[in-house]
């Protein structure tokens, strides 16, 4: 499995981006795909969560994020995305996006910085 992130830029606080990632290769060995997040000198952690059932996925968010993200797929792109608003400064981190199936996938990090 190949993710391609893209997305990420210089935003104010108080604004929004949205994070894409495309999946290809072995898609149908995938069980859940998520968003992570790495700020400077912090241990990566995983944010939003989404997953791959034909209900239309059960979602799960880290508590600082609650609200203001929403992550969600198409399924026809195999494209997976991150709606990120209000942001904050403590947002600023390389996110990266993941596929766990047979093992987990990470794709290349996208940065995103929020700063006046």
């Known amino acids: 499995v190949q993710l391609q992130a893209s997305g990420g830029g210089l935003v104010q606080p108080g604004g929004s981006l949205r994070l894409s990632c495309e999946a290809s290769g072995n898609i149908f060995s995938i069980r859940v795909m998520g968003w992570s997040r790495q700020a400077p000198g912090k241990q990566r952690e995983l944010v939003a969560s989404i997953t791959n059932d034909a209900s239309g996925g059960v979602t799960n968010y880290e508590d600082s994020v609650k609200g203001r993200f929403t992550v969600s797929r198409d399924n026809a792109k195999n494209t997976l995305y991150l709606q990120m608003n209000s942001l904050k400064p403590e947002d600023t981190a390389v996110y990266y996006c993941?596929?766990?199936?047979?093992?987990?996938?990470w794709g290349q990090g996208t940065l995103v910085t929020v700063s006046s």
């Open positions: 993941v596929a766990y199936g047979d093992q987990a996938y």
